[in-house]
């Protein structure tokens, strides 16, 4: 099993930024491919990011693409999402995932371990 906990979530006002963190324990080591998804209120969840662990490729939806990075420190098994030029349409809770094995996937049902989520509100 594979535990991940997201921290760094908050309030910003618009055009500000955050540092989400994911932070893996337990069975670390089966866990390839990393995501990002988010949920507003009234909203279905949705992708945002994913980033393939060894071969370190990303991708990203576009409603975040050039404004949000992925990367991860695999000494640390912790995945990071840095979140620029916050707009008020980016609140949401946003949630960590991983897989077992490798590839860039977009759906929820691609994943086996989730976090239990970090609220980032962004004010106009």
């Known amino acids: 099993q594979v535990q991940l906990v997201e921290s760094g979530g908050g309030l910003v006002q618009a055009g500000g930024s955050l540092r989400l963190s994911c932070a893996a324990s337990?069975?670390?080591?089966?866990?390839?491919?990393s995501g990002w998804f988010r949920q507003a209120p009234g909203k279905e969840r949705e992708f945002v990011a994913a980033i393939w662990w060894n071969a370190g490729s990303t991708y990203y939806a576009d409603s975040v693409k050039g404004r949000f990075t992925i990367s991860r420190d695999n000494a640390k098994n912790t995945v990071y999402l840095q979140m620029n030029s916050l707009k008020p349409e980016d609140t949401a809770v946003y949630y960590c995932?991983?897989?077992?094995?490798?590839?860039?996937?977009?759906?929820?049902?691609?994943?086996?371990?989730w976090g239990q989520g970090t609220q980032v509100t962004v004010s106009s």
């Open positions: 337990g069975r670390s080591s089966s866990m390839y491919t």
């Open positions: 995932a991983a897989r077992g094995s490798g590839g860039l996937y977009v759906t929820e049902n691609s994943y086996n371990y």
